[in-house]
């Protein structure tokens, strides 16, 4: 987006009090500067390392990073207007390599004519690939643009090394039901810029409806209470009246902070596995309906029980494992809402069922013939067709005949070497003491030991 064809009114404009009545409330009642920047205390707050770069002029690249609606687009706006720099704002999905261009010959022009900054702001600068993000590096060290970029994700996963070696990171948070409570105030004060000439009373039920269901998102709230006041008529005082019954009409879904793609995506799934693990169920539902409400694929939720049915459940309840199963398949057939009844039905019984974690036991075997090899079949274990062979033309016994068939004995069962010379005493796995898993191997113990004992007498 380039703004560098402004004329002077425009580029007056964006530096002054200028407000277009046109423009959406939330728009209008962005901050437009520290003071009336809200959150984030602990990077603009009195004393704060970004607060002292602002109030010192002195700004270097930045990159900020947090989840959507916490500021970073209006953070990055109020730092412009602080430090009286040109403003330019790109979007890695949209702008590439050919926009940064147009934006640095522009911003040339800029430097070379009144010396004024360029701060050039890029709206999900993860979206760029390494070629597009690489191309900012020799303008960021000429000085021409100073480079605000915004990211969801996480920057040390998303972002080239090189970039982040030429930016301070800064880190922000999800904004506070408080936080939305002082811009509904302040949009019902300002009479400028915000509802202030208008005769409107807001009752704190509304107010606390707004922002409570706003999840954190300013916009959301400010939008919700614009509709409100522009859909309600004045009563025969000229005063518009905003009760409770007309903020639910106006904001009827709350907003759930959830991005499926970013570092949130992982986090939430993060707390479900956990939670399914830990055998707490309702936190598990929890998680899962957070994620579902965010807009998750249900088919990863049934992945990731699946996965937890043999992992975390086991040995100890090896019916788990159908029960997801069987669950999935049901909703593939029967979709939403109902299959809001499967997922439930897989996920409490994931939680509540006992756990054992020995099924992990192959990555230990995994280790092992990695890094020492595969040793060689036991002659006994070999193919017995082959070894028959093999045995008649050299003359020899068939080593095949010296393996015990288990069915033939007690128990079906016969104490005899199952692995190379090399490993035949390492013991990878370690059964769980609880469910099914439990009465399992005791009963094998139970087994061994008789055969112990007979072998004794």
Same mark, same amino acid.
């Given at each position: 987006?380039?703004?560098?064809?402004?004329?002077?009114?425009?580029?007056?404009?964006?530096?002054?009090?200028?407000?277009?009545?046109?423009?959406?409330?939330?728009?209008?009642?962005?901050?437009?500067?520290?003071?009336?920047?809200?959150?984030?205390?602990?990077?603009?707050?009195?004393?704060?390392?970004?607060?002292?770069?602002?109030?010192?002029?002195?700004?270097?690249?930045?990159?900020?990073?947090?989840?959507?609606?916490?500021?970073?687009?209006?953070?990055?706006?109020?730092?412009?207007?602080?430090?009286?720099?040109?403003?330019?704002?790109?979007?890695?999905?949209?702008?590439?390599?050919?926009?940064l261009r147009k934006v640095v010959?522009?911003?040339?022009?800029?430097?070379?004519?009144?010396?004024?900054?360029?701060?050039?702001?890029?709206?999900?600068?993860?979206?760029?690939?390494?070629?597009?993000?690489?191309?900012?590096?020799?303008?960021?060290?000429?000085?021409?643009?100073?480079?605000?970029?915004?990211?969801?994700?996480?920057?040390?996963?998303?972002?080239?090394?090189?970039?982040?070696?030429?930016?301070?990171?800064?880190?922000?948070?999800?904004?506070?039901?408080?936080?939305?409570?002082?811009?509904?105030?302040?949009?019902?004060?300002?009479?400028?810029?915000?509802?202030?000439?208008?005769?409107?009373?807001?009752?704190?039920?509304?107010?606390?409806?707004?922002?409570?269901?706003?999840? &954190?998102?300013?916009?959301? #709230?400010?939008?919700?209470?614009? @509709? $409100?006041? !522009?859909?309600?008529?004045? =009563?025969?005082?000229? +005063?518009?009246?905003?009760d409770l019954d007309i903020a639910?009409?106006?904001?009827?879904?709350?907003?759930?902070?959830?991005?499926?793609?970013?570092?949130?995506?992982?986090?939430?799934?993060?707390?479900?596995?956990?939670?399914?693990? &830990?055998?707490?169920?309702? #936190?598990?539902?929890?998680?899962? @309906? $957070?994620? !579902?409400?965010?807009?998750? =694929?249900?088919?990863? +939720?049934?992945?990731?029980?699946?996965?937890?049915?043999?992992?975390?459940?086991?040995?100890?309840?090896?019916?788990?494992?159908?029960?997801?199963?069987?669950?999935?398949?049901?909703?593939?057939?029967?979709?939403?809402?109902?299959?809001?009844?499967?997922?439930?039905?897989?996920?409490?019984?994931?939680?509540?069922?006992?756990?054992?974690?020995?099924?992990?036991?192959?990555?230990?075997?995994?280790?092992?013939?990695?890094?020492?090899?595969?040793?060689?079949?036991?002659?006994?274990?070999?193919?017995?067709?082959?070894?028959?062979?093999?045995?008649?033309?050299?003359?020899?016994?068939?080593?095949?005949?010296?393996?015990?068939?288990?069915?033939?004995?007690?128990?079906?069962?016969?104490?005899?070497?199952?692995?190379?010379?090399?490993?035949?005493?390492?013991?990878?796995?370690?059964?769980?003491?609880?469910?099914?898993?439990?009465?399992?191997?005791?009963?094998?113990?139970?087994?061994?030991?008789?055969?112990?004992?007979?072998?004794?007498?």
């Amino acid at each position: 987006m380039d703004l560098f064809n402004e004329d002077a009114d425009q580029q007056k404009g964006q530096q002054s009090d200028f407000v277009n009545p046109h423009e959406p409330l939330a728009t209008r009642m962005r901050p437009r500067s520290l003071e009336e920047f809200v959150g984030q205390n602990h990077i603009v707050g009195e004393g704060q390392m970004l607060r002292r770069m602002i109030e010192s002029g002195v700004i270097g690249s930045l990159i900020f990073y947090g989840p959507p609606s916490s500021g970073k687009t209006t953070l990055a706006h109020v730092i412009s207007r602080e430090i009286n720099a040109q403003y330019v704002e790109l979007n890695a999905v949209l702008d590439g390599i050919k926009d940064l261009r147009k934006v640095v010959a522009k911003a040339e022009k800029v430097q070379q004519m009144n010396g004024r900054k360029t701060i050039l702001f890029v709206d999900e600068i993860h979206r760029w690939n390494k070629a597009q993000q690489d191309a900012l590096l020799p303008h960021l060290e000429s000085g021409v643009i100073t480079l605000i970029g915004a990211t969801t994700e996480n920057p040390f996963y998303s972002l080239v090394s090189p970039l982040l070696s030429r930016c301070q990171l800064f880190e922000l948070y999800d904004l506070t039901k408080d936080h939305v409570l002082t811009m509904i105030d302040r949009s019902l004060e300002d009479e400028k810029r915000g509802l202030g000439s208008k005769k409107v009373e807001v009752t704190d039920a509304a107010k606390d409806h707004l922002a409570d269901f706003a999840g &954190g998102d300013i916009r959301n #709230a400010i939008n919700a209470l614009e @509709v $409100a006041v !522009l859909s309600s008529e004045a =009563d025969e005082d000229g +005063l518009i009246h905003i009760d409770l019954d007309i903020a639910k009409e106006c904001i009827q879904r709350r907003g759930v902070r959830y991005d499926g793609t970013g570092d949130e995506h992982y986090d939430y799934a993060s707390a479900f596995i956990k939670s399914l693990r &830990g055998s707490d169920v309702d #936190a598990a539902l929890y998680w899962m @309906v $957070a994620m !579902l409400e965010g807009g998750e =694929d249900p088919n990863f +939720l049934f992945r990731r029980m699946l996965i937890q049915s043999s992992e975390d459940v086991g040995m100890a309840d090896p019916h788990a494992l159908s029960v997801v199963n069987s669950a999935h398949e049901a909703f593939t057939k029967c979709g939403m809402p109902e299959g809001l009844y499967f997922l439930a039905h897989a996920c409490i019984y994931v939680a509540l069922a006992p756990k054992s974690n020995s099924a992990g036991a192959v990555f230990s075997v995994r280790s092992e013939i990695k890094n020492n090899g595969i040793g060689p079949v036991p002659s006994h274990l070999r193919d017995k067709t082959a070894n028959s062979k093999q045995s008649r033309y050299r003359g020899v016994e068939n080593a095949s005949d010296d393996y015990h068939y288990p069915h033939s004995y007690d128990h079906h069962w016969i104490p005899q070497d199952y692995l190379p010379d090399e490993v035949k005493d390492k013991e990878w796995y370690e059964p769980g003491n609880i469910g099914r898993e439990s009465k399992l191997w005791k009963r094998l113990e139970t087994i061994k030991e008789a055969y112990a004992k007979a072998s004794k007498k």
